[in-house]
């Protein structure tokens, strides 16, 4: 089991930026995948980004591309979001994810978070 907890979020103007931080315990974090979803309401929950084991690969959603960044740092079992040029279109619940492999749907996911609310005013 991988228990992940984020944290981060909260109101900004578009335009501002927010970092997002998942913390993950149980197994051994550097053998995951880590990533994040959003969920809009009244919509699905959509990819945003994820990143490999190492670090050495990442991909993005388009829609945020250029403008997020996810890293990690595997000797404090945390993976982070940086969000720059906010928009209100980016407003959503964000979910840190974790899975054995790359992945961009949901349904290859393995364990989420609780989520943490992001809001961009305009």
């Known amino acids: 089991q991988v228990q992940l907890v984020e944290s981060g979020g909260g109101l900004v103007q578009a335009g501002g930026s927010l970092r997002l931080s998942c913390a993950a315990s149980?197994?051994?974090?550097?053998?995951?995948?880590m990533g994040w979803f959003r969920q809009a309401p009244g919509k699905e929950r959509e990819f945003v980004t994820t990143?490999?084991?190492?670090?050495?690969?990442?991909y993005y959603a388009d829609s945020v591309k250029g403008r997020f960044t996810i890293s990690r740092n595997n000797d404090k079992n945390t993976v982070y979001l940086q969000m720059n040029s906010l928009k209100p279109e980016d407003t959503a619940l964000y979910y840190c994810?974790?899975?054995?492999?790359?992945?961009?749907?949901?349904?290859?996911?393995?364990?989420w978070g609780q989520g943490t609310q992001v809001t961009v005013s305009s």
């Open positions: 990143i490999s084991w190492n670090g050495g690969s990442t």
């Open positions: 994810a974790a899975a054995r492999s790359i992945f961009r749907a949901a349904y290859s996911v393995d364990y």
């Open positions: 149980g197994r051994p974090f550097s053998s995951y995948v």
